[in-house]
């Protein structure tokens, strides 16, 4: 065999020990196949030493040679171990019936029944029921019992002594099977028992690690969720003192011109230009009603919601943003849709994320639709359409996860709550895009089935 034939070799019974190594199931087999290989090698090496110790020995050339075919059979016994395999595996009873009679072959060419070679019958059956099952053993124990019967009848029984020995040594050999299997029962059923209580263990650290991450994920997302809030809620509590104090001098200012406008000594000029700073007034007022009514304490009252309603709401939020007189803003919203059964600033926040990420992904004079629609008698469609720059196919199976973004300073939170809040109501939310085409999403709620359907158009 070669240099390379023999690196092949041992590369190939390396990975065939490791493999065995890291299966549960030939973990019993590799420590039996360990203590028979010791078995085996005690049994050679002390048969050497009993050849050459002693004198008187029928044949003693013999015996050497029976000697020397066990240590071929024990070297490629410790081959096949080294490989993670049993030597004749499938075949134990033929095994069991060649050592029987070639243990009887070392006592007869030693010194007979009185060979010290008989208690290699022990050994073979203590390495039988340790590798196999109690029915092999006991068939080993058969064959052992017929083997030593035989070498009696060949070498002839001179005494009641040695009947004696012989059946005392049957009943030993029958003592030793039982007991020898029975251990061997206990601790293949202790291994067994092992290997399931560790595979449990490994699948419930598993489960444990899996809720570990899980629950950390949702820790993580609420501490953002409650820092957003308080941002949120910082920003109310501005908007309503910047209300205030804006709205006290607005109105003593509209008292002055409705005091001024009321006098008669006044030029045509004069009642214009009065009426032109009264209306801007008015749209001041307004503007402070809308920031005052956008800062107002989140609303957590479930209801009946007009989509319709909501949607104008946000327009008039979004037409503050800078952004937004940058971007044509569409609106299609069929009449008299069915309300929707929602927390109002739920669905507010929805429609401003939705939009906001439209601007963010368009250029200026960019075009973004807004339609609602009645798709059946138990379901409402809302679609924010635009033609930006679409979101890429590498993005696109990460878009409802958690702090995934984009953008330079996104959060990544945006979409992935706008998709909470869609499944809390009941609906679906996917989109539609394509680069350089823009991105659609569609939202599907369930409509409210209070509703009066003779209402539904």
């Known amino acids: ?5 023999w690196r092949q070799f041992w590369n190939h019974t390396l990975q065939a020990i490791q493999a065995s190594a890291t299966n549960p199931a030939n973990r019993w087999d590799l420590a039996a196949g360990r203590i028979i290989v010791r078995i085996r090698w005690f049994g050679i090496v002390m048969g050497y030493v009993l050849v050459e110790s002693r004198s008187g020995l029928a044949n003693p050339s013999a015996v050497r040679a029976f000697l020397a075919l066990g240590a071929g059979y024990a070297s490629l016994d410790t081959a096949w171990h080294l490989m993670g395999e049993v030597f004749f595996k499938r075949l134990p009873l033929i095994v ?12 007869y060419h030693d010194t007979g029944l009185g060979s010290p070679f008989r208690w290699y019958y022990l050994l073979s059956l203590i390495c039988v029921a340790i590798r196999y099952s109690p029915r092999v053993a006991w068939t080993t124990w058969l064959f052992d019992s017929i083997s030593l019967m035989a070498l009696a009848t060949a070498v002839g029984l001179q005494n009641q002594t040695q009947w004696t020995d012989m059946v005392m040594t049957v009943v030993m ?9 029975a251990l061997a029962g206990l601790l293949k ?18 489960q444990l690690e899996a809720r570990v991450a899980e629950r950390s994920s949702a820790l993580r997302l609420a501490q953002a969720k409650v820092i957003h809030q308080e941002k949120m809620a910082a920003f109310g509590l501005l908007s309503a003192g910047i ?6 001098p607005m109105a003593a200012i509209s008292s002055l011109i409705q005091i001024l406008r009321r006098r008669k000594d006044q030029d045509d000029y004069t009642k214009e230009k009065l009426g032109l700073i009264d209306n801007q007034l008015q749209r001041i007022s307004r503007t402070v009603r809308e920031l005052v009514k956008f800062s107002r304490p989140a609303n957590e009252v479930i209801s009946q919601i007009i989509l319709a309603d909501v949607v104008q709401e946000a327009m008039d939020i979004l037409k503050y943003y800078q952004r937004t007189q940058e971007r044509c803003i569409e609106t299609f919203i069929e009449p008299d849709l069915p309300p929707v059964r929602a927390i109002r600033d739920h669905l507010m926040q929805l429609v401003l994320n939705l939009v906001f990420n439209a601007i963010d992904a368009t250029s200026d004079k960019g075009l973004i639709r807004i339609s609602a629609q009645l798709i059946s008698d138990t379901r409402l469609q809302l679609t924010i359409a635009d033609n930006g720059r679409g979101i890429r196919l590498v993005d696109q199976c990460r878009m409802f996860q958690p702090y995934f973004t984009t953008k330079p300073n996104g959060t990544g939170l945006g979409l992935y709550v706008c998709h909470q809040i869609v499944e809390d109501l009941g609906g679906t939310m996917r989109f539609e895009t394509g680069e350089g085409t823009g991105t659609m999403f569609i939202l599907e709620f369930p409509v409210d089935q209070n509703w009066p359907k003779s209402q539904l158009k």
């Open 173 to 181: 050999l029958a003592w030793a099977t039982w007991a020898s299997s």
């Open 189 to 206: 059923a202790a291994t067994s028992d092992s290997d399931r209580l560790n595979q449990e263990l490994r699948k419930s650290s598993e």
């Open 243 to 248: 209300a205030h104090e804006i709205g006290n």
């Open 1 to 5: 065999m070669s240099i390379t034939n």
């Open 96 to 107: 069991s019936l060649l050592e029987a009679l070639f243990i009887g072959l070392l006592c």
